[in-house]
């Protein structure tokens, strides 16, 4: 077998049940991935080996996924689409489990990873992000909190190389004063395959030693061997989450994608948080899309928004609502959905995260911003869903001319509950202007996208986008589930 692909699974310690399902998973968070055979012809052996923080072993599991199809590993065992599997029984990762994730396959795959926090029968919080199918040596984290109006941050780093490494920290605060002070955390050894989580509510040198004291900033992670970083950004006390994962070398450049970004969208708005990792002072333009949304009090084409002598290794936000320090006023009272380029004046390599976030509610998320030449004509989506949760994928075109023809076909129905839907049927998605998105969601209604074959069924299952030869496109998966908590879920979709 090949190593084709690492995921970080990161826990906190406690007992959390997930009623009417298998669960093998003790901590206040539990984690369900969904793996996708990215092979049409051949069926994927796979084995997902459970790594504790030390190194070694914990459990492992392996079975095939059908060509084309996918399996989902609810609470760390394999429920659904499961037939076949082997190795422990259901309900046999060791109680505690806090480490890695990573699946061997004969067959290229690629995962995504829902974290939950269970309270009183249903989702208090969680989020999404994308597997990651190699390291890299050197990770810009964008955005880092300590004590920020109730939200700090925790990420973590697996070793995905084949000895020990060395990993190094690098804080460095925003600019302005209060916002906490530099510091470095390590070298700290983490075995290979291993996982490490490191606090930043801990760690009171952000602050300069202040135990309650602010840090707003960001951080590199260097290592002697390849990594993944995964962070999370939380407030316990009001019960949110935002995951985004690291960004490594070949993620940034001049010019970035954000493919969705709303304001007053049913109370939804976006902040991109942009970071200049080059060498010299630059300024960063964000060209807005045309507005996609319809009806009443819909914002014009808002106007370009500059931010200017951004330093190296500095970041900044800017906020698609009116209100606060770094909005953008244009959007101040009307509703906006749309995307983004996000571009250096002088050539500068840009990292960004995008967070969502709802004034009527605790739903809140994060992705990442796309290198546009990781664009292609093929994206994959390893999970879509309806149901008690249903998905919208967001499909931008970063290419110079419009894109007609995009099909979304989706896999098959891979639940085992009651009222599944028939398998999908293939849609057609609009023609995609140049630097402009489209929104297919997997619900039933009367807004912008909604798919009428989803109606009162439920669906867990894959999609893949396909554009005609030649195209470029990327896309952004959401997830929202009908509970009262954080229950929005964001992950970036695949390439090929």
Do not use: H
């Not at 051949?42 to 084309?68: E, H, K, L, Y």
């Not at 060791?94 to 699946?103: H, L």
């Not at 994608?257 to 708005?269: H, V």
């Amino acid at each position: 077998m090949r190593k084709l692909l690492s995921i970080m699974v990161s826990l906190a310690l406690g007992l959390a049940l997930l009623p009417n399902l298998a669960f093998a998973q003790t901590g206040s968070y539990r984690t369900t991935f969904q793996i996708r055979n990215l092979s049409t012809t051949a069926p994927a052996n796979v084995q997902v080996r459970f790594i504790n923080q030390d190194g070694t072993i914990a459990t492992t599991f392996s079975g095939p996924i059908p060509a084309g199809g996918s399996v989902n590993f609810f609470d760390l065992t394999a429920a659904e689409g499961g037939a076949g599997w082997t190795g422990n029984p259901v309900g046999a990762v060791p109680p505690g489990f806090n480490g890695s994730v990573e699946i061997l396959s004969d067959q290229p795959i690629v995962a995504v990873t829902n974290i939950l926090q269970i309270s009183g029968g249903g989702i208090r919080l969680g989020e999404s992000y994308s597997g990651f199918n190699a390291g890299d040596t050197n990770f810009i984290l964008p955005v880092l909190m300590r004590n920020n109006s109730g939200f700090n941050t925790w990420f973590s780093v697996q070793n995905t190389g084949t000895s020990a490494a060395q990993v190094t920290i690098n804080y460095t605060p925003a600019p302005g004063s209060g916002n906490g002070t530099s510091a470095t955390e390590g070298p700290v050894t983490i075995p290979a395959g291993a996982a490490k989580t490191f606090r930043q509510d801990t760690n009171a040198s952000l602050s300069g030693g202040d135990q309650n004291g602010l840090f707003i900033g960001l951080a590199k992670v260097t290592s002697t061997q390849p990594v993944v970083v995964t962070v999370n950004q939380e407030n316990a006390s009001s019960g949110q989450l935002l995951t985004y994962n690291g960004i490594g070398q070949s993620g940034a450049a001049p010019t970035l994608i954000a493919p969705l970004l709303q304001s007053n969208n049913g109370g939804f708005f976006t902040s991109i948080a942009v970071t200049n990792v080059g060498t010299a002072t630059t300024n960063v333009t964000i060209n807005y899309s045309p507005n996609v949304a319809t009806g009443a009090g819909v914002c014009p084409t808002p106007s370009p928004f500059t931010i200017t002598n951004l330093a190296p290794d500095t970041g900044t936000n800017v906020i698609q609502i009116s209100g606060t320090p770094f909005s953008d006023p244009q959007f101040s009272g009307c509703r906006y959905i749309g995307s983004a380029t996000i571009t250096s004046s002088n050539g500068q390599n840009l990292v960004a995260v995008v967070n969502q976030l709802s004034v009527n509610s605790k739903n809140a998320s994060s992705y990442e911003a796309f290198n546009p030449a990781s664009a292609t004509s093929k994206v994959i989506v390893p999970l879509a869903q309806s149901g008690t949760a249903f998905s919208s994928i967001q499909v931008y075109n970063a290419g110079t001319s419009p894109v007609s023809g995009a099909t979304v076909a989706f896999g098959p129905n891979t639940t085992n509950e009651a009222n599944p839907c028939p398998n999908p049927n293939p849609v057609n998605l609009p023609t995609i202007a140049a630097g402009a998105s489209v929104t297919l969601i997997q619900l039933a209604g009367s807004f912008e996208g909604a798919d009428p074959q989803f109606n009162g069924c439920r669906y867990v299952g894959s999609a893949t986008v396909q554009g005609p030869s030649g195209s470029k496109l990327v896309a952004v998966v959401n997830q929202l589930a009908f509970t009262s908590g954080d229950a929005l879920f964001s992950y970036n979709g695949f390439n090929e």
